[in-house]
């Protein structure tokens, strides 16, 4: 396993463990977390872990083309029930991220340290944020990291109200120009949406 230091690099993502890991350690400045993006590199651990980089493979990924939209989706979109925006309010929305209690998880792996890191590359344009409103209330959400050459590496979503999150997601997709949506690790949910498995190699190619 290999631990970082305070020079700006990773090893050679063939060496991550079978499970994706590929290093321990480093910090979460904005020059560390886009060397790690655009090398296929993302960092996951919960709160008092140490920083866990990682570049699993396969990689699970959404091709916008092969997006899937039910009949009931379509239903919601069509309602306009609810309305929704774009780097209206970054902060608010990593924060509602963090709180959101999932399956499978004792605490957040959005620690106050990563929404700062995140709200900075925001700031320097490269984190974006899908913001869902229901009669003016913020109720649901998504943010990720756009690295350019079309492709979106999506972070975590949040949902207040069912369907929120999902119409947030779908029309984001909608209304975009990228060719690939990282989803980095495989969920039911995103599977139904579409999502599927390619080779890291694959994924590589794309950066």
Known sequence: ?????QKIEFPEVSLATADGLL??????????????????????FEDE????????????VLF???????KSTKQVLNSQKFKVTTN???RAVIEQCAK????????????????????????????????????KELVGGLYGIDLGKKLFCGESMFSKVSNASKVGFITFIQ???YKLIDCQLHTNYLE???????SRKAFLKYL
């Open 23 to 44: 290093a321990i350690g480093g910090d979460l400045s904005v020059e560390r977390l886009l060397h790690a993006y655009a090398n296929g590199i993302f960092p996951w």
């Open 100 to 135: 959101i209690k999932r399956d499978g998880q004792l605490g957040t792996w959005i620690t106050n340290d990563m929404v700062e890191s995140y709200v900075k590359l925001h700031e320097y344009g490269y984190a974006i944020s899908v913001e869902v409103w229901q009669d």
């Open 192 to 198: 139904s949406l579409g999502a599927t498995y390619i």
């Open 1 to 5: 396993m290999h631990f970082l230091n």
């Open 64 to 70: 916008p083309k092969d997006l899937k939209v039910s």
């Open 175 to 177: 209304n975009s120009d």
């Open 88 to 90: 209206k309010n970054f």
């Open 49 to 60: 872990e140490p920083i866990l980089w990682w570049s699993p493979d396969p990689r699970f």
